[in-house]
């Protein structure tokens, strides 16, 4: 239906222009579209690459959720198969897209060939249109779908009776909140202009009645009653959305991170515009002139109404928040470009203006050739140092593990592989429960990187503990770049007569003015009972057991290893006190074994990598289970196991202590 714009004759000179420029984006978005995922791409495949699209509408976890990209993409994973082309493939696409369809966007804008040309150039070598378009993420859908919904405005203002338009008006708008809410900013702002222009075009009329005032806005009324709904339905999700991402942003970039100043707006403009510098905005400031007055105070509105919510909501978002003004800008620019080249053609020849043309496309390909080379080297370099596995490998572990693993082995890799977590999390967290629920742990397995050393393999995300030594790895197995190691440690349990499941109100503890510890009934995590330790002091406190223990290992020493469930998302821990100084504990699948306490059992959950920012939201009560070692070399130790009481009440259940090492005396 674009193609209406234009007469027959033009058409056939435009799809002609349409694809070759088509075939040119094609080629520059392709280089390293089936790397490795990498960031926050990664972290939307972990948490939301199962999921039903219903649970994506219906719920929204984090501001890390782009509800239609991750929609449209486990569609396609369903489809073709899983693969890292095929969960960007609507970012691929839409980028590809936003190409085409900026050239008739500019024209309908104009009526001018060459800018419509140089709009859809510009988009088509834009630095940040060409990121995204390779990234897993709703930015890619956005540009597109900010076209086709003010696209859809400026048709229904020329006829609003018109079904396709009005619909595509609803669809396009609908779709680019679901990609992300704060796009709601674009849409209101389109939508202003769009009221404006219907209340005034029906003041020009003799009779003014409320039916022919109301007719042309239905497509909006039911669009907002869309949004409305799906707002109304996500809100608490919202609030607690808004709070994590203060939490994060206040961390990594401070109270200025989030004000509305010239320094955060002029971050804003400069990412848009990348690899150009300010001068560019000169041009797009010169082509608003040559738009149409009505497309030019669309313009104008757009830029305005959002800053003027964000002000209002008081948090202005990352610069990628604004990415819906890029093609507007760039519509800009090609105007102010097409213009600059007119009056200086009037000097000219024809056979001299279309050399012009050509020398002012070059021109403005210089900076794109140099940030491209940068930006494909270091896409080539990150994808070497790999952050996450290949989603074939992480199928191929997942086989392993269920087919080659122990029901009782612990299996152990790296917290920030979050696609190797997005295959085998559950399946290691329904080990770490059997070795919970059984008491017996037969064997531990290190899986990781090839570029991840194996003593670190245990990284939790945070700044760790101690390291393991390198010398006890031994290669096992390998699956592409993902190499397995056997633990050469012999380990056995230091108290099989401990194997009760309700051992821990057993132990006897020293008293404490300040902190009681008592039977817990409320809640549980296996056995019939836990314990609940509760403070009347804000301090931290420490409360040791009244049983002193020994543990002596072989020749090369070894490890005390500590098992243990506490409740969710508190500070209060568990651990030993030893008689001397000991090394820094190493903790194991830190924040993996997370499970929801129903009536019917524990339900396991995957936790965002985001987890420490996040507002609390949870309906259930959660417990969390704990795996850690204690490094000891071969001299005999005392120790006492010890709580950290940090909150003011706190659940602990299980008490499970493994020795592991080569021979034990």
């Not at 929609?71 to 936003?98: C, H, W």
């Not at 991402?245 to 401070?254: E, N, P």
């Not at 508190?570 to 030993?576: C, K, Y």
Request: charged share 20%; glycine share 6%.
């Amino acid at each position: 239906m674009f193609m209406k714009f234009l007469t027959r004759n033009e058409i056939k000179i435009d799809w002609v222009i349409v694809f070759l420029l088509t075939c040119v984006a094609f080629g520059l978005r392709w280089p390293g579209i089936n790397n490795s995922l990498y960031a926050d791409e990664s972290t939307s495949f972990l948490m939301f690459g199962k999921s039903s699209w219903q649970s994506l509408v219906f719920n929204y976890q984090d501001t890390n959720q782009h509800t239609l990209f991750s929609i449209l993409s486990n569609f396609f994973l369903k489809i073709f198969g899983e693969s890292e082309l095929v969960f960007r493939l609507p970012a691929f696409l839409a980028g590809i897209l936003s190409v085409s369809l900026i050239y008739f966007f500019t024209y309908q804008c104009t009526h001018y060939r060459l800018s419509a040309f140089l709009s859809s150039f510009i988009l088509t070598i834009s630095g940040p249109q060409i990121m995204w378009s390779q990234l897993g993420r709703g930015y890619a859908l956005t540009i597109l779908l900010a076209m086709l919904f003010m696209l859809s405005v400026f048709k229904l203002i020329e006829n609003s009776k018109s079904r396709k338009w009005g619909l595509s008006l609803i669809i396009s708008g609908f779709s680019m909140v679901l990609t992300l809410p704060s796009n709601v900013y674009f849409v209101f702002g389109c939508s202003l202009f769009f009221i404006f222009k219907v209340i005034k075009e029906n003041r020009k009329k003799s009779e003014t009645q409320l039916y022919n005032l109301i007719l042309p806005l239905i497509p909006l009324i039911i669009l907002f009653g869309l949004v409305i709904t799906y707002f109304l339905l996500i809100y608490r999700d919202l609030q607690f959305g808004l709070v994590s991402y203060l939490r994060y942003t206040l961390a990594y970039g401070g109270p200025e991170a989030i004000e509305l100043s010239w320094n955060r707006l002029g971050l804003i403009l400069k990412k848009l515009i990348i690899p150009w510098d300010a001068w560019f905005y000169l041009v797009a400031i010169f082509g608003w002139w040559f738009l149409k007055r009505t497309v030019g105070i669309c313009f104008l509105v757009i830029f305005i109404v959002p800053l003027l919510d964000s002000w209002f909501m008081g948090t202005l978002g990352p610069p990628r928040s604004f990415i819906f003004w890029l093609p507007f800008v760039i519509v800009m620019a090609g105007c102010g470009f097409a213009g600059l080249i007119h009056r200086i053609g009037e000097f000219f020849q024809l056979q001299t203006r279309y050399a012009l043309n050509i020398l002012f496309s070059l021109f403005l390909a210089i900076s794109p050739f140099y940030h491209l080379k940068d930006y494909y080297f270091q896409k080539t370099q990150k994808n070497e140092i790999k952050q996450n596995s290949l989603m074939w490998e992480g199928k191929e572990a997942f086989s392993y593990i269920e087919n080659k693993t122990l029901d009782y082995g612990l299996v152990v890799f790296p917290f920030h592989d979050r696609v190797l977590r997005r295959y085998i999390e559950e399946s290691v967290s329904k080990r770490m429960m059997n070795i919970f629920r059984e008491g017996k742990l037969d064997k531990i397995i290190f899986m990781g990187n090839r570029d991840v050393p194996p003593q670190k393999i245990s990284d939790v995300g945070i700044k760790n503990t101690s390291l393991l030594p390198q010398k006890k790895f031994q290669k096992i197995n390998e699956i592409g770049n993902l190499f397995i190691y056997g633990f050469d440690h012999q380990i056995s349990r230091m108290y099989p007569h401990e194997n009760d499941l309700d051992h821990e109100n057993k132990i006897l503890w020293l008293k404490n003015d300040d902190i009681g510890i008592y039977r817990g009934d409320n809640h549980k995590f296996v056995g019939e009972h836990s314990i609940v330790v509760r403070k009347n002091t804000p301090e931290t406190v420490k409360i040791y057991s009244d049983q002193i223990k020994t543990i002596k290992l072989g020749h090369d020493g070894g490890y005390i290893l500590l098992l243990f469930a506490k409740s969710s998302g508190l500070q209060s821990n568990a651990g030993f006190a030893f008689d001397r100084q000991v090394s820094k504990p190493i903790m194991l699948n830190f924040m993996f074994g997370n499970y929801h306490e129903m009536k019917d059992g524990n339900s396991w959950y995957r936790i965002s990598p985001d987890y420490r920012f996040l507002a609390k939201t949870e309906k259930y009560y959660s417990w969390q289970i704990i795996f850690f070692m204690v490094p000891l070399d071969k001299e005999a130790y005392l120790f006492k196991e010890m709580i950290l009481s940090k909150d003011k009440e706190s659940y602990f259940d299980g008490f499970q202590i493994y020795a592991l090492s080569t021979k034990i005396d």
